[in-house]
């Protein structure tokens, strides 16, 4: 009795970003909630366009993009601050 043997099958690896580089999917449920996430690593990092796809049967949503990690990001700013208008949007009255 010869017994059959199975060799695993090997998915192709997938192709390396160049260093200081990094890919990153987003599986989400809709496209909107995908699109904010890419948009909070973009305010962080240099990044490619993203691309998406259909993310299985139930309709969700993959997104992929690739970040630039050699530019450190710039310190988050607090929500106080980003919700002050810019000392320029207020005009000078010369009347001191």
Request: glycine fraction near 4%; hydrophobic fraction near 30%.
């Amino acid at each position: 009795m010869t017994s059959a043997r199975t060799t695993p099958t090997r998915t192709p690896a997938e192709p390396v970003p160049p260093a200081g580089h990094a890919d990153i999917r987003v599986v989400a449920a809709s496209p909107e909630t995908a699109r904010r996430v890419a948009e909070v690593l973009r305010r962080c990092f240099d990044s490619t366009e993203q691309r998406s796809y259909p993310a299985g049967r139930e309709g969700g949503t993959r997104l992929h993009l690739t970040v630039d990690t050699t530019h450190p990001p710039e310190p988050a700013r607090s929500w106080l601050v980003t919700s002050r208008p810019a000392a320029a949007d207020h005009p000078q009255d010369d009347k001191a």
